[in-house]
């Protein structure tokens, strides 16, 4: 059996932010994505296609985010390939509140699979697995901080009930010390699945990830659009597997063109930095349908360019979107009575006169633009963040 691996569609994100033409177009994005994936596994002729977690943005929906993926959903009817997916941690089900889960809407429509663990009262689970062929696949859905003995509990039951070349979705990546939660903290605990499984895969994380190096079972597709625009566009991915050669393909995917430029500018006043600017923007191609990301290193070290004046020159030569940064060249860290310091250098600065929290001050200054930005995306559930900053400053 042969089938397309993907993950973190993310279907129905919009930004809160940005013109209504960038707000609509990126909502549009999302499902683009999918539908080029839906291409590339009709022409792979696999039989199915796997989503592995993080299906929709929110467990809410509206009329056109429930219609616009009801379409694409029933094209793969059309095309004969079946759709199998398990939540993430953005579609998360609650336990015993299924009939709120717009995934369990879709699965009674018959328009998808749901492989599932059920939690029951003694603490005991039931593995809900499908079967496509004679391939048996389980999900484990999102575990969460406990993804690493989930694993190894699956591992265990595969090894009882003698289960062979099956394959698992779980909503899980290699951790990285990532502040959000729910990434795999132990790689060998893969190790002990690989003689029951064939095939792990995994979600989470928004950009490809595989192991081991030789023979990989464990892959994560990556999210095939940007999420968040600072993502690696070289690691959105899919990958097609196939069952009996066990072999692996990589498809690269194409989310929206995104421009990012770094410039060193000598300025001193707004005035110049204005000069400076204009001369530098005309040497980017600009077209409707770029987001433009420039990052502005200045070497004068007590002037604040004006970045949203730069980012509205860059809105009149075109762009979808424009974000100007800006960071002072040879940055030290400590306050100096002329120097210019970016928020989060004062954030960094403040934390470390904090007791308790002093030692773990950059974990705790990069949990901060973390929970900035979740919110900034319109993720208010920060609690996962501030979970993982908390366990840094307790272990340090
Ligand atoms: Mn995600």
Same mark, same amino acid.
């Not at 009149?316 to 979107?321: I, M, P, S, T, Y």
């Not at 901060?368 to 900035?372: H, S």
């Given at each position: 059996m042969k089938f397309l691996h993907c993950n973190d569609l993310h279907l129905g994100k919009k930004p809160s932010f940005g013109s209504e033409a960038f707000k609509n177009k990126r909502f549009e994005d999302y499902f683009n994505a999918f539908k080029r994936i839906i291409e590339q596994a009709k022409e792979n002729s696999v039989e199915a296609i796997l989503v592995a977690g993080d299906f929709f943005d929110k467990k809410e929906t509206h009329p056109n985010i429930l219609s616009n993926t009801e379409k694409l959903l029933q094209k793969c009817k059309e095309h004969k390939i079946k759709v199998v997916v398990i939540e993430g941690n953005h579609d998360l089900i609650y336990r015993n509140k299924e009939s709120e889960s717009w995934l369990i809407y879709l699965e009674n429509k018959k328009l998808l699979q749901r492989p599932f663990v059920k939690f029951l009262e003694n603490n005991e689970k039931e593995y809900h697995s499908i079967f496509i062929g004679e391939t048996e696949i389980f999900g484990l859905g999102y575990p969460g901080a406990s993804v690493d003995d989930e694993l190894l509990e699956f591992a265990a039951y595969c090894e009882k009930n003698n289960k062979?070349?099956? +394959? +698992?979705? +779980?909503?899980t990546a290699l951790g990285n010390n990532e502040f959000i939660g729910g990434f795999l903290k132990d790689k060998s605990v893969l190790d002990k699945m690989k003689e029951r499984i064939i095939y792990i895969a995994g979600g989470h994380g928004h950009r490809l990830q595989k192991y081991p190096e030789i023979q990989p079972f464990f892959f994560v597709a990556g999210s095939p659009e940007y999420c968040d625009l600072a993502e690696n566009p070289a690691l959105k991915t899919a990958i097609i597997f196939d069952t009996h050669s066990k072999e692996h393909k990589i498809l690269e995917q194409t989310p929206r063109s995104c421009i990012k430029e770094t410039i060193t500018l000598e300025s001193e006043s707004a005035e110049q930095f204005r000069e400076e600017f204009d001369k530098f923007l005309p040497l980017l191609s600009i077209s409707a349908e770029d987001i433009v990301i420039i990052e502005i290193r200045s070497l004068a070290s007590d002037f604040i360019p004006d970045v949203k004046w730069a980012e509205k020159r860059v809105l *009149?030569?075109?762009?979808?979107?424009a974000e100007v940064k800006w960071k002072r060249e040879n940055f030290r860290s400590g306050f100096s009575s002329k120097k210019v310091n970016s928020q989060e250098e004062i954030e960094l600065e403040q934390i470390k006169k904090w007791e308790h929290w002093n030692k773990a001050s950059d974990v705790a200054a990069k949990a901060?633009? *973390?929970?900035?930005k979740s919110v900034r995306d319109g993720q208010h559930d920060i609690s996962s963040i501030f979970d993982s900053a908390l366990n840094s400053v307790v272990k340090s």
């Open positions: 062979q070349d099956c +394959v +698992v979705l +779980v909503h *009149e030569k075109g762009a979808l979107f901060l633009i *973390e929970m900035r």
